[in-house]
């Protein structure tokens, strides 16, 4: 089992920025990769970026590459997302997610990939 924390959510102007953070404890020797997803109100859950521990390769939505970076500290086992140049339509519950195994064509950005997930941290950017 491994159970993931996220904060850093709140309230902050267009223009602004972030850092949220996830927090893994349990089983985490064996994680393979972390991921970050969103959720606006009325809208589906949407991938925003991933991270595999392995060689820490990371990908992104085009929506935030430029604008957001993932980083890992493993000795904290802990995922950061820093979003900076945030937009009003940044504005959703964000959600990191955790995957065990790898996979051999490893789907970053699918929900199905991810074993577990956090409880959500809310960020609004005001205009």
């Known amino acids: 089992q491994v159970q993931l924390v996220e904060s850093g959510g709140g309230l902050v102007q267009a223009g602004g920025s972030l850092r949220l953070s996830c927090v893994a404890s349990?089983?985490?020797?064996?994680?393979?990769?972390m991921g970050w997803f969103r959720q606006a109100p009325g809208k589906e859950r949407e991938f925003v970026g991933a991270?595999?521990?392995?060689?820490?390769?990371?990908y992104y939505a085009d929506s935030v590459k430029g604008r957001f970076t993932i980083s890992s500290d493993n000795a904290k086992n802990t995922v950061y997302l820093q979003m900076n140049s945030l937009k009003p339509e940044d504005t959703a519950v964000y959600y990191c997610?955790?995957?065990?195994?790898?996979?051999?064509?490893?789907?970053?950005?699918?929900?199905?990939?991810?074993?577990?997930w956090g409880q959500g941290t809310q960020v609004t950017v005001s205009s």
């Open positions: 349990g089983r985490t020797f064996s994680t393979y990769a």
């Open positions: 991270i595999r521990w392995s060689g820490l390769t990371t």
């Open positions: 997610a955790a995957r065990l195994t790898p996979q051999l064509i490893w789907k970053f950005a699918a929900e199905s990939s991810y074993d577990y």
